[in-house]
């Protein structure tokens, strides 16, 4: 197969800039979406989620948009700040099933 | 609240050994699973389970097993340990499944070497 993973996508960042990751999703039948967070040594840490009956949802800086036209799903970081480094992972769950499927993830680099 | 937690944090394994990944949750969730990780790669679903006395097969079950005797614990076993399971092994848990709209909550990791 495609030996991809060790090169993760990577967005790079200034501190106070708005950061846009974006994600792919597979499974037109999904109806619940996550997305993840996971600094370097550490466990996933959820950010916010989104059903497919919205098309936008906002929390404390970061708003999660859905197309499911395309099945795209973005995530917005509004004043990137340095701690906001991590790699950031979207998840699906297919719907009908009780699992979610992951994203391989994108690296965010926020430079002081 | 602890969480999910994790032991052991690290081990270093010969080929052909065993050993048990121990996860535990106190947030009485019914649900909980196992992923691996490997570089730069998204996580990829092991087993999991649906309440104590259920378990099921994720994505890449191959050269594990599992068991839930209780509502708390979940312990992953490598019975003969190969370089290929080499990776970071993580343990979560959500109250109900995903086509419930849960969250699922991750425990710190093990990395798992196998030489």
């Known amino acids: 197969g495609e030996s991809v993973g060790l090169h993760l996508p990577t967005l790079s960042v200034q501190e106070g800039d708005n950061s846009i990751i974006n994600c792919a999703y597979s499974n037109s039948a999904s109806d619940y979406f996550i997305w993840y967070k996971q600094e370097s040594g550490k466990g996933p840490q959820f950010i916010i989620d989104i059903r497919s009956n919205m098309d936008k949802r906002q929390g404390q800086r970061v708003t999660v948009l859905l197309n499911k036209t395309v099945k795209h799903l973005s995530l917005q970081i509004a004043a990137t700040q340095p701690g906001d480094s991590a790699v950031y992972f979207c998840a699906e769950n297919g719907s009908g099933y009780s699992t979610l499927t992951f994203g391989k993830g994108t690296m965010l680099l926020v430079s002081p | 609240n602890a969480g999910v937690t994790q032991t052991p944090k690290f081990r270093i394994l010969k080929i052909g050994q065993s050993m048990t990944l121990q996860c535990t949750q106190d947030m009485n969730h019914n649900y909980m699973y196992w992923y691996r990780q490997d570089p730069g790669m998204g996580l990829k679903l092991i087993y999991y389970?649906?309440?104590?006395?259920?378990?099921d097969k994720g994505e890449v079950p191959n050269g594990y097993n599992v068991s839930r005797s209780t509502t708390e614990d979940f312990p992953l076993r490598l019975e003969l340990a190969a370089p290929s399971q080499t990776s970071v092994y993580f343990c979560?848990?959500?109250?109900?499944?995903?086509?419930?709209?849960?969250?699922?909550?991750f425990g710190p990791g093990t990395r798992l070497t196998v030489l």
């Open positions: 979560a848990s959500s109250y109900a499944g995903s086509s419930s709209y849960n969250e699922q909550f």
């Open positions: 389970s649906v309440g104590a006395g259920i378990t």
